[in-house]
């Protein structure tokens, strides 16, 4: 049996974790009975709801629909009683007679009689003789010219109006009196008071207003309903265009009502709008009591799901505590089938398939202690989880990163081999763990050399931006490891890190007892040899320009152009200064003018380049460059020259 590796230790808990799986399975379902009847409340509710406030707009139309009617029934009572008062033989003779005095003084018999609130006479210049809200009035012009325009307009036949009068709303039938051509006229009008709203409510049970709405100034109500607080609620708030035939809603006071507003006659102060209203909350009884109905459904239904649940839950424990009991013991190290879970369902086919899973367990185990021969345990890892070939080679595009520390031979003589390890491990341990950090893999350790993988046996996009971080992480923490060496008597670590991406060969190599999972191909040569040169050029990081092209956020120095040993090909150098945001103004500025000089370098401006060189901070890049233009100054080079500099060492 495999050696039993201790339990990893659980992962916390979220809020809303439950322990138990029957407790799942019951806060499953009734969470999916309470989310449908979440929905049957809403969509139901919505219904109910539109379905009050349609009825509640039907009986507001019906409620205007009697509105309409009443006042044409008003006007045709007016109407008669005009034509009988014109027709009378005494009112014609007080007509005829033209004497204001005795019209005035019968006016009050008449309009008793005739149950109207005004009485006027005119003659057919439209001049008053009589005018029972005016009485002084007489041989002046009609206080409303507009109804003496309907006249005219009208042909001189029958016309009806509303009309204001002193802050008053009357509505007004004007006859003939025929002698038998037309010799004067007369006018009946009935006030609109709160008494039409009063009996008009009694009828449909909905408030009613019958106001003014000015096209300038604040509305008057000449006929409501509503209470003295309501009134001025509704005065404040009404707006100037009524909504024709759409219902709203409207607060007034504490009140919501639904609302629907009509303009019935035009005045010459502006329209007579009738408002109707009825109490949101009357509108919405039947909704309100829907959706208690709908919530006691609710709690029944939820008890039901819940019984249910507890019985589902309880039927599905049995077999999943089996399994679950035997992953304990396979996470303990024994690979135990479970068997017969009794019962043939789905659970029977999970067990079935636990034990498949057992017995690849068991292979698992036999293959991971052949892939104990392949030196790294990452790579072991994914070889184990990825099924990559162990016999063959594949091509795969990596990132090589090749470090090693300066002038290691001559830092170790006269020095302990013991204390020669202990350094180096604690160098190389350091190392391994910025690179495991990002994801990279230690292919091989050559004494205090690394070789390191980004991109094998698995490739990401981002390979060669993750070897550029690791090796700026590695020169900035050298600092810190050279403080610590230098108690135990070392003198400082330089090291030299060289980074190329390209193409290789990924595969195992070795003996039938050892093997080693690496890459081979031109991309690691040209990596090697680029750590070689940070010792040529000063620096400590060099990486190609394939690798460079394939990096963000991070500031390079352009090196050179070279053809390396053992390479036909040139290709372009670069150093690795730092991130863009630990390079200051005047490192940029040196930058540039370096970029500035080596441009006029490889123009064939060699005097003007060897001047910008000077320039510059002098270090190895400077002073290899001035060496360079000093010598193309002494001897030209000929017009083939392409700018590449062949090195012929290592």
């Known amino acids: 049996m495999p050696q039993s590796s201790p339990p990893s230790a659980p992962a916390p808990a979220s809020r809303f974790a439950f322990r138990h799986f029957r407790t799942r399975v019951l806060a499953f379902i009734l969470l999916l009975v309470l989310l449908l009847q979440a929905m049957v409340f809403f969509f139901a509710g919505e219904a109910a709801k539109r379905n009050a406030m349609r009825a509640s707009n039907e009986a507001l139309l019906v409620t205007l629909a009697t509105l309409t009617d009443t006042m044409a029934v008003r006007e ?26 005795t019209l005035i003084s019968a006016f009050p018999t008449f309009l008793k009689r005739l149950e109207a609130d005004w009485i006027f006479v005119l003659d057919t210049e439209g001049m008053v003789m009589a005018d029972s809200l005016n009485p002084r009035a007489t041989q002046v012009p009609f206080s409303q010219p507009q109804l003496i325009k309907a006249i005219e307009q009208n042909g001189g036949r029958e016309t009806s109006s509303v009309q204001i009068v002193g802050g008053k709303a009357f509505q007004v039938v004007v006859v003939p009196l025929l002698a038998p051509i037309p010799v004067a006229w007369i006018g009946v009008g009935h006030e609109i008071t709160d008494k039409l709203a009063r009996d008009l409510e009694r009828q449909t049970h909905t408030q009613v207003n019958l106001g003014l709405r000015p096209d300038s ?11 003295v607080a309501q009134r001025q609620d509704f005065l404040s708030t009404h707006t100037r265009n009524p909504m024709q035939g759409a219902s709203h809603v409207m607060a007034l006071g504490e009140v919501e009502f639904l609302a629907i507003e009509k303009s019935l006659y035009e005045t010459a102060q502006g329209p007579l709008v009738a408002s109707l209203h009825r109490p949101l909350a009357e509108a919405l009884a039947d909704y309100r009591r829907l959706g208690w109905q709908l919530l006691a459904v609710a709690v029944i239904s939820s008890l039901l799901a819940a019984v249910a649940a507890i019985f589902i839950a309880r039927r599905v424990t049995r077999p999943v505590q089996q399994l679950a009991q035997g992953a304990r013991r396979i996470s303990a190290g024994h690979y135990d089938m479970i068997g017969d879970v009794g019962s043939s369902d789905e659970f029977g086919a999970l067990a079935g398939a636990f034990d498949n899973m057992v ?3 068991i292979e698992r185990d036999k293959v991971r202690a052949m892939l104990g021969k392949v030196v790294s345990p990452a790579i072991a890892e994914e070889l184990l989880s990825q099924s990559i070939d162990f016999g063959g080679g594949q091509e795969q595009e990596v990132s090589v990163l090749f470090s090693d520390i300066r002038g290691f031979t001559t830092l170790c003589e006269g020095r302990a081999p013991s204390a020669i390890l202990s350094m180096l491990n604690e160098y190389l341990s350091t190392v391994s763990d910025l690179i495991d950090e990002r994801n990279g893999v230690v292919d091989k350790y050559i004494g205090d050399a690394v070789m390191a993988l980004f991109g094998a046996p698995l490739s990401a996009p981002d390979d060669p931006q993750r070897a550029l971080e ?13 403080a610590q060496f230098a108690r135990d008597g070392w003198p400082p670590l330089h090291i030299g890190i060289g980074i190329h991406s390209g193409i290789v060969v990924a595969g195992n190599i070795g003996s039938s007892t050892r093997l080693n999972y690496t890459v081979l191909g031109d991309t690691v040569n040209l990596a090697s040899r680029l750590e070689d040169l940070c010792k040529y050029y000063g620096v400590p990081i060099v990486v190609s320009d394939t690798t460079m092209r394939r990096t963000t956020g991070v500031v390079f ?7 390396v040993k053992g390479k036909t090909e040139p290709v372009g150098i670069f150093a690795a200064i730092g991130f863009e945001a630990d390079v200051n103004v005047e490192q940029r500025a040196q930058l540039a003018l370096h970029a500035q000089a080596l441009a006029s370098y490889r123009d064939g401006q060699f005097l003007a380049a060897q001047q910008l060189f000077a320039a510059l901070p002098q270090d ?31």
């Open 76 to 101: 045709g009572v007016l109407r008669k009683n005009a034509r009988l008062t014109a027709n009378d033989y005494a009112f014609k003779t007080l007509v005829s007679e033209s004497d204001h005095a």
């Open 217 to 227: 100034g604040a509305p008057t109500l000449f006929a409501s309903t509503l209470n």
């Open 359 to 361: 017995r690849g367990l």
């Open 470 to 482: 690791t090796a700026l992480a590695m020169v900035r923490v050298l600092p810190g490891m050279n």
């Open 557 to 563: 120095r352009e090196l050179d152009l070279v053809r």
């Open 620 to 650: 190895a890049v400077t002073a290899l460059y001035q060496a360079r233009c000093q010598r193309h100054i002494d001897a030209p080079p000929g017009a083939g020259w392409d700018m590449v500099e062949t090195l012929h060492k290592k």
